[in-house]
């Protein structure tokens, strides 16, 4: 579908007040400073993704949670692998050595920071367009970033020349970055629209 | 002074030695690449659906067998002879199982299958095809030689 500047415009306020309640959350469970981009919202040709993701082949860790409910799509939280470190450290409490590819627990910690994120985005989306959405299982990933989001565009085994979504960059002090995208599906994007009456 | 040539997702590029042809982060795409080892010429697809089945518009270089067609007009347009032709394929990877999901629509294993489809239409022998699993490939090609160099993260690298 076409969007128009004043479309863009609202889903930049979804994103901001989303993903404002996502960065609280974090910092409320690392007791941490977290600050927050202004969220872009892109309609690009996939094509362009590498120049919102940075390098392709750089490692980072992806949680994957799908957005089920009437206005359906995908939230996807993304960190540099060192920033995911951090986090786990922050999280256990301890500074030993752990490997986010093969540790369990570690990753399980991961997955659980990506639920707590994605959730207090999508209470704050239901409560701006009175859609219930509720977060899938998430997954995760710990990988080529390119490689990760080519899986989590592809998944239904169509593409439009187009992806929009929205980005959020999330910075905590010390040496935490991290990138929280959603992308609504096709149809979800009407609906979320029309019940902000737009 | 050899240059390397980055292919992006959904694109293709060709290339002449000693230049190498990249493509980065693949994850269920697949990376085709083909060369004429006798003139030393070659391209590489980076695809990212099996077929465009008839899906006007959009980026041909998308799929696998319009991106086949693209790549072979241009490889056969630097004289490459289409006899010699070989390839060798990565990618096709399966990034993420969610519990309790059908596995039939993996679109790694659709696209593994639909490229090798094309290669078999062109009568190109399929050397390499170094695909699934679930992990992510940087690839490098080297159009002289035909080597293939497969990067992973976790997963090591190796010259095929």
Known sequence: MEVTQFQLDALREIGNIGSGNAATALST??????????????AV??????????????PQ??????????????????????????VVHALFGTSEPM????????????????NILVSSFLVALTQFSGIPLQPSVPALAVDMIGAILDAIFLEEGTLDDTVLFIDTQLSGIPKIEGQFIFLPDEGSLKKLLGAMGL | MSVIITVGMADYKTARSPDLLLTAGLGSCIGICIHDPFLKVGGM??????????????????????????LMKEIASMGANKSRLRAKIAGGAQMFSFPGKPQILKIGDRNAEAVELELKKYGIPLLIADIG????RTIHFDVATGDLRIRTINHGEKVV
């Open chain 1, 29 to 42: 469970l690392l007791q941490r400073r977290i600050d927050m981009s202004v969220p872009k919202v892109w």
């Open chain 1, 99 to 114: 490997d986010l590819y093969t540790d369990e627990m570690a990753q399980s910690a991961l997955k659980e920071v990506g």
């Open chain 2, 133 to 136: 699993g679930s992990f992510g």
């Open chain 1, 45 to 58: 040709p996939f094509e362009q993704v590498s120049d919102i993701v940075g390098q392709l082949d750089m």
């Open chain 2, 45 to 70: 697809a980076h695809i990212m659906l099996p077929m465009a089945s008839g899906s006007l518009g959009g980026n041909p270089a998308k799929y696998a067998d319009t991106a086949m067609a693209l």
């Open chain 1, 61 to 86: 860790a992806v949680i994957y949670v799908k957005v089920e409910g009437e206005a359906s799509g995908k939230a996807v939280f993304f960190f540099p692998v060192e920033s995911a470190e951090i």
